[in-house]
């Protein structure tokens, strides 16, 4: 058995050997490409998708990946098996293949670079650089039930689970305009919405109504936008917290600033925080003995009192119209359907 498939294997050799002489095509069990793809500053290549192309058709490719998570399991460097393309399995040696980084939706591509097939097994391709090949498209002004999202890192953003979200979408090439947006929540596709009204429009608006997609908690609710140049796209994730249906409480920090506070310079100081649900609240202030100085209610709704993020002022003026005087003191939320205290805080006057 042994001495037949030796037999068979050098049989095989010399016929490809034979084949590659002559000039004749050759079949390509297993022939790999292999090369780098370089970093910018602004962009990295680990992760992105490396595409072996062979022919004039556009969709005849083969598909890897660059990095530590592809085949060839080393930083910026890529290995596509040419078998796996589709129509691209039988060529004769001297074949010209091409290879690229397609464009993400960060609008970074590489490529592409061409190279001649061998009869070796493998072969190499130069390398590529990333840069910036797409029209990039903006998604901005994103808002849920009227309230514009806040994008700053540490931002709590609290939405119903029922949200109305609307947003635009700037194409920031001229002669481009906005084809399609995807709506994503924690990366699974959940909508996709087009209108025949954006065509020759460089800006769109568009909303999307949830209903049972987005569960109580965190949550990365993820645009993408797609427009009439087939290399321009444009992303943008928005963190927010979707609020249960429970019974009140405050998300995050209940803040008080600025500290300290000089109300006897006409400072105006803000409290602040993110509230579950709409509900009538009670805002009040009290001074190292514990006597209430200050007391403001808000209606559920309004602010102060509304889902999400809540801002509050005061001048520093108690509820007899003095201006308080240096010293430490307390404040809490209190919910009033609820009769419990949301949060606490301190206040730091010096004047």
């Not at 670079?113 to 990039?136: E, H, I, K």
């Not at 908690?217 to 992303?235: L, V």
């Not at 709409?278 to 202030?285: A, E, P, Q, R, S």
Request: some cysteine; glycine content about 10%; overall charge negative.
């Amino acid at each position: 058995m042994g001495r037949k498939f030796a037999y068979i294997l050098i049989v095989a050799f010399l016929l490809v050997a034979a084949c590659t002489a002559s000039g004749a095509e050759f079949f390509v069990p297993q022939h790999w490409i292999e090369g780098t793809v370089n970093d910018t500053a602004e962009a990295n290549a680990e992760g992105r998708p490396v595409r072996l192309y062979f022919g004039s058709d556009p969709s005849n490719y083969a598909e890897s990946t660059v990095g530590t998570i592809g085949p060839a399991n080393q930083s910026n460097k890529y290995m596509i098996n040419a078998f796996s393309i589709p129509g691209g399995t039988v060529w004769s040696p001297g074949a010209t293949l091409e290879v690229k980084v397609p464009i993400g939706f960060d609008t970074y591509g590489a490529g592409p670079v061409s190279l001649g097939t061998t009869s070796f097994g493998v072969d190499a391709a130069g390398d590529m650089t990333l840069q910036a090949l797409g029209v990039s498209i903006r998604i901005h002004d994103v808002e849920f039930d009227g309230e514009l999202h806040n994008p700053y890192p540490t931002a709590i953003n609290v939405i119903r689970a029922d949200s109305l979200m609307t947003a635009y979408a700037t194409v920031e090439e001229e002669g481009g305009y906005v084809t399609t947006i995807e709506v994503y929540v924690d990366n699974f596709l959940i909508a996709t919405i087009t209108d025949e009204s954006w065509s020759g429009r460089n800006e769109i608006s568009f909303s999307y109504q949830f209903t049972d997609e987005l569960n109580q908690g965190p949550r990365i609710i993820k645009i993408r936008a797609f427009s009439n140049f087939s290399d321009a796209y444009g992303e943008l994730d928005v963190s927010v917290t979707v609020a249960g249906e429970s019974e009140t409480e405050i998300i995050g920090e209940l803040l008080f600033y600025p500290v300290p506070f000089r109300p006897l310079s006409g400072e105006i100081a803000t409290f602040a925080y993110n509230l579950t649900m709409d509900t009538d609240t009670t805002l009040v202030v009290y001074d190292s003995s514990g006597k209430v100085v200050f007391t403001k209610r808000f209606i559920a709704g309004m602010e102060g009192g509304k889902l999400g993020y809540n801002a509050v002022t005061w001048n520093g003026r108690s509820d007899f119209g003095y201006v308080i005087g240096n010293g430490i003191y307390l404040y809490q939320v209190i919910s009033e359907a609820e009769k419990r205290s949301l949060g606490t805080g301190k206040i730091v006057v010096f004047d």
